[in-house]
């Protein structure tokens, strides 16, 4: 729940402007931009997602690196099983 | 200093590790508390213990939302989810933590509808997927989750979701390090404050701790060179006889932290005149409920909630763990009636707890120890 999770946008729904897919690692999953109202994130925009919502605008390089941080964590594996929304939200 | 090399950026690691141990001398006894129970487990789990001089005392503080959440209150939730027809959703965190009679995995395998959610986003669904249900989502977390949650309520309501609510412990940072330092046998130098927090709240909400505590305050990344660079920051502060809020994560903090979160929580939330915290008991105003106008998604006015209250044991110290009174393993209770596997105390709950992270740290540092005599 505490994990940030680094991910990048990759596309943003036509339909409502606050969801989005990003991209962790070569999985998808549907985020909410809704907490971003200030400085909305377009497609190629890294972003720190907790919980499911976009809370920061990061740069690529400060992507990597937090991806860096987890694995040194052992929190890898954690991640990307919240990221995948424990089977609920995999976006195919 | 075995893990270094493993580090990004190791020359500049080794470098602010010897500006470290230039400022701290040998003669003063430097005593800080990272805030965030992500600073405690990644200071355990890069092992920046080994990398800091000895008169550079680390204090772990109450930044674990899991681990500071009474057990009254998950048995209040699993009481909930007695009901029929309701399922309960929490994240992945909550699912070990024991109440009076289990965990909610255990709860499970007697037959409760339990879900891991990894978003409340992801619990509204579940809502949206039942419609012949009640879901209840087991809202936990400082104020890095609570926009989440607060901005979900907002869109169940504009959905006219029904069959959705909260089971809101959402919990506020500021309260605590202020219950910490109006502690009578509280002995603190300054603080590494938390970085993900921060995001939302940004830096001035901690402008009191420097100005009225005269307590040097940096809001730290996770990296260990962050960390590092953290405390050089605070000890050229300590040496200069200043106390001011800086913030060494700005590339990802704003000063004035997240509007959009903010506004969320005000629309959702209000305080609770006060909220029991596991180890240091009962906080003013240190805690948030849903407030009227979303009342229809509060399951605490939805639901009969029982009130549940259970009080630690004695000998469990968390209280002068969280303190800095007492290092995890100087509890009675620490690694004998009280392990990870079986927590007695609130500090061994969660990984991010000091005490189970202090437990786990120890022992890997044993088994490397035997490792390297049979090598």
């Known amino acids: ?92 | 200093m075995r893990f270094v090399d493993e580090f990004r950026q190791p020359e500049l690691i080794s470098k602010t590790a010897e500006e470290i141990r230039r400022l701290a001398g040998t003669k003063r006894h430097y005593r800080m508390m990272e805030v965030c129970g992500g600073h405690t487990h990644a200071i355990y789990r890069f092992g920046l213990k080994d990398i800091l001089p000895e008169n550079i005392e680390l204090i772990h503080g109450p930044g674990c939302p899991v681990c500071v959440l009474p057990m009254g209150r998950i048995d209040d939730g699993l009481a909930i989810a007695q009901e029929p027809n309701v399922i309960f959703a929490a994240f992945g965190d909550m699912m070990r933590v024991p109440g009076t009679r289990g965990s909610p995995l255990e709860h499970k395998a007697r037959g409760m509808d339990v879900r891991i959610v990894y978003s409340p986003s992801d619990a509204l669904k579940l809502a949206r997927l039942n419609p012949g249900k009640h879901v209840m989502f087991f809202a936990i977390g400082f104020e890095t989750t609570a926009p989440s949650t607060a901005l979900t309520m907002m869109r169940a309501r504009a959905e006219g979701i029904r069959n959705f609510s909260v089971f809101c412990n959402h919990v506020t940072i500021i309260p605590a390090i202020r219950a910490i330092l109006d502690s009578p046998d509280m002995r603190l130098d300054a603080f590494i404050g938390p970085g993900h927090v921060s995001t939302v709240i940004g830096c001035r909400p901690y402008e009191w701790v420097a100005r009225n505590e005269r307590k040097p305050i940096v809001v730290s990344g996770f990296e260990p060179l962050d960390m590092l660079q953290s405390i050089v920051m605070l000890l050229r502060q300590l040496q200069a006889g200043e106390a001011k809020v800086e913030n060494q994560y700005k590339r990802v903090v704003p000063w004035e932290g997240n509007r959009a979160a903010l506004q969320a929580m005000a629309e959702v939330f209000q305080l609770r005149p006060y909220f029991e915290w596991r180890g240091l008991g009962f906080i003013s105003q240190s805690a948030l409920r849903i407030n009227d106008k979303y009342s229809e998604f509060d399951a605490e006015q939805r639901f009969e909630v029982p009130g549940i209250r259970v009080t630690d044991p004695k000998a469990a110290q968390c209280g002068e763990v969280l303190k800095g009174v007492l290092k995890p393993h100087q509890c009675k209770l620490f690694g004998r009636e009280c392990t990870p596997e079986h927590p007695i105390g609130a500090l061994m709950v969660s990984t991010e707890g000091s005490c189970a992270a202090y437990h786990s740290y120890e022992h890997r540092k044993a088994a490397m120890v035997s490792l390297s005599s049979i090598a």
Request: aromatic share 4%; proline share 3%.
């Open chain 1, 1 to 92: 729940m505490c994990l940030a999770i680094p991910g990048k946008i990759v596309e943003i729904s036509s339909e409502n402007c606050d969801s989005a897919v990003v991209e962790v690692i070569g999985v998808r999953r549907r985020i909410d931009l809704g907490l971003l109202q200030d400085d909305k994130p377009t497609p190629g925009d890294w972003v720190l997602v907790h919980v499911g919502f976009a809370m920061s605008k990061i740069s690529e390089q400060d992507a990597t690196d937090q991806m860096n941080t987890l694995r040194m964590l052992g929190e890898i594996d954690g991640a990307m099983q919240e990221v995948r929304g424990y089977g609920l939200d995999e976006v195919n």
